[in-house]
Structure formats: C-alpha cells, structure tokens
C-alpha cells in the first residue's frame, strides 16, 4: 500500500509528518529559548540559551529550505505577515492616503495615496488584510470590490498626470465574488484597470508580498517589473479551488498547490516575475523590518532603472512582456 496521506492524496504520509515533527520541535526550543531568557544573566543560563538559540536556527534554516508549495502557501497566508500599511511605514514618508473612487464609495481592501520613496514622489496602491476579526471585516479580508479598483486606477491616473511612479503591493486571495461587487460591475473594473495600466506613461514596480490570488492580484499588477517575496505565491486560483473543480476535492489542494507551479521559483522560471526578493529567515512575518529592507533593495534598484528609460520604449516593453506570458512551443518532431 502506498504510503499516501487521506487528506491529501500524492503527498507522501512521511514526509508531512517529518516537517510536522521539525515545526514542533522549533516550537519546542522557542518555548525553552524564552524560559532561559527570564533567567538571563545566570551563566549557565545564558550559555543554555546561546545552545538553543544556535539549535533553532538550524533548524528553521534547514526547514524553510525546503518547504513544498503548500507549505508556501500557508506561510504567505499568515496572519502576521506583513500587509501593504505595514511596508508603506517601513519604506515610504510623507505618505497621505486617497479615499474614494468618485462614484460609489471608499474600499477600505484597498490602500492607495501619494508619498515618497528615497524623497522621490510617487504613487503607492496595496490591498490590505486585517490583524483581528473587526479589522478583517473592515477590510473584508483584502478583497476588493469594483470601487476599490476604481480608486486605484483614479490614483494612477493622477500619478500619471504629476509624472509620479507607481509602486504596488498584491496581497489578496482575489476579488470579492459577492453579488453587489458583480452588480456593481466587477469584472468590468478589473477589464479596464488591465486595459489602463498597459498604457499609463510613468514607471510600475509590482511587489506580490503574500497571495496574489487571481483577477483580484492582476487588476493592480500590470507592469514593467513584477516582485514577489520567497514564500509568495501568485495563481490564477487558489489550491483549494483548484482541487474542488479537478477532483471535486477541497482536500486535495495540497496535490493542487504543487501542480499548479505556483511559489516564487516556479513563477521565474516560467517568466511570470521578474526577481524573487529573498525574506527573513523564517518568513517575512517574523522581522518586517527585514523584510522591508531586502524589498527596498530591489525596489531601488529597478526605479532607477526604469526611471531613465524613455516612455515609449517603456511602454512598448511593458506591452512585449506581457504578451511573452504563456507562450510554449513544441520543439518535438
């Protein structure tokens, strides 16, 4: 008998239960890590913590080096990670946040102002989950409705008229699929923001910091440079999905998260990004700080580069990439 899980079928029982058996024993030593650091400055405490301290790196390291998809996904989906306010406080100043898309309302799933990166303006727009269930509903946990794509193209727009570059930051499962979001015309707002960022003459830069869940990602992803953090993911339907339409499974998404190529390394390698921004170890949720920082190196770097880089030459680059995406050839007879 194949030594498959129930739950979830193609991946092998003893592999899950050995990253299972490595995450406790890294919970293990935090716990005894925190124990000995109320005993701090006792010398056989502090060397027994120095010990553990050095055990849980290891650990973690050899751990998060080699975690699969689903794995991934569940770091990308952590409730701690770190959320589009958070980058901007960490990276940007003066930054003054827009509301409303003008003809509507205010879509609080989205963040979108004006401020500066290095003293230079520019234009910021992120989706933004929340911490606790009163935040979240606020929030409606980073879903987006027609008027928050509504408000982000308003404030492109706006960029692109005071020549302001424009950073976006993806976290998001997807559009919200609710009937006054579709009555409200969804699917239209993401058609003519795609449509819009194609052709807007100023400088993108899209970071994908957690999920990039579909049309609800890419309605604020077209762009000339596409980031996206180690434990990441960026798909045109989450694993679950995925796994309830192929094997009528919700169950399956571990099979599904590995089939559908969707971390950070699979996504370069098919050209879907740019440049994968390494994390923390440990994630990206356990030093913002850190993260931030390893993102601002790109960020900085790629600015400056598509700063000196004339508008039509930019434009036509931005249109030659996208429609580079998803083409194969058969090179076989």
Known sequence: MSPKGKNNPGVPLVERQKGTERQKEIERLEKDVEELRRLAGDHEAD???????????????????????????????????????????????????????????????????LGKYHGRPVAIIGHQKGRDTKQRLVRNFGQPKPEGYRKALRVMHLAAKFRRPILTLIDTPGAYPGMDAEERGQGEAIARNLREMARIPVPIIVSVTGEGGSGGALAIAVGDRINILENSFYSVISPEGCASIIWRDASKAETAAAAMKITAKDLKELGIVDEIVREPEGGAHTDFEAAARFLDEVLDRQLVALTNQPVRELLDARYEKFRRMGQFFDLGN
């Open 47 to 113: 060397a027994g913590l120095e010990r553990i301290r050095h055990q849980v790196s290891e650990l973690r390291r050899e751990f998060y080096a080699h975690l699969g998809a689903w794995q991934r996904v569940q770091i990308a989906r952590h409730p701690q990670r770190p959320y589009a306010l958070d980058f901007i406080g960490l990276l940007f100043t003066d930054f003054v946040e827009l509301h409303g898309d003008r003809g509507y309302g205010d879509d609080k799933a989205i963040i979108a102002g």
